[in-house]
């Protein structure tokens, strides 16, 4: 027989799906004692040091942030090119290694480090090569941007409810800061000032965003949507 809920093939013996806990019943088949199809418990997983492999990844990291570094100094007898891949793998380093640290790294903390991180990033790339685009164009980017998923990751953390209205309001948030991208970029960079592509990804998560909420308000709309997605 199979399983009613997941078709995953079953003893005639089997009391319960051993893959979704389905209860199978068949009137007409008598159960009798037969082999199991399966073992009794999943294979045990092999347990890798946790600390280990990280001590692995920041020594990696390490290297390849020192080799160019000696490279750079070596050549150049000071750090030109090797401050963006140094900044760079800094970067890369705190969004990706760094929580695993922690045991349940919270990202309500670790979401807005990762933009400051970017931030200080570009201010170094801004200050480097002369150029006078970080207050009026990356700070406010970024910085929008942070307080944007910042907002949302800290109200999927703690309120357990109303994803559809969180997530609704983000897009809507998101596309209505893009008419103020690009009027900063034009600001910045000298471009004329007319709003051209900016129009696009209003409408588009305006439109997400509303249908977002909408559903969250309409229940029925919702629960239609629910059982043609197989949510
Ligand atoms: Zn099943």
Sequence with gaps: MYCINCGVKLADTEKACPLCGTVPFHPDIPRVQTERLYPENRLPVTQMSRVGVLIAVTTAFLLSM???????LQLNGGMTWSGYVLGALLVAYEICVLPLWFKKPNPVIFVPCGFVMVGLYLLYINLVTGGDWFLSFAFPVVG????????????????????????????IAAGAFAPVMEFLLNFTFGFPHRLVWSVYPLVALV?????????????????SMERKFFI
Excluded at 209 to 222: K, S, T, V
Aim: aromatic letters at 12%; a positive charge; glycine letters at 8%.
């Design 144 to 171: 929008f941007a942070c307080v944007l998923v910042t907002t949302v990751v800290t109200l999927a953390r703690y309120v357990h409810r109303g994803w559809l209205y969180i997530f609704g309001g983000a897009a």
């Design 66 to 72: 020192l080799i160019p570094l000696l490279c750079d």
């Design 207 to 223: 439109l997400i965003g509303a249908m977002l909420i909408f559903l969250a308000i309409c229940r029925p709309a919702r629960e």
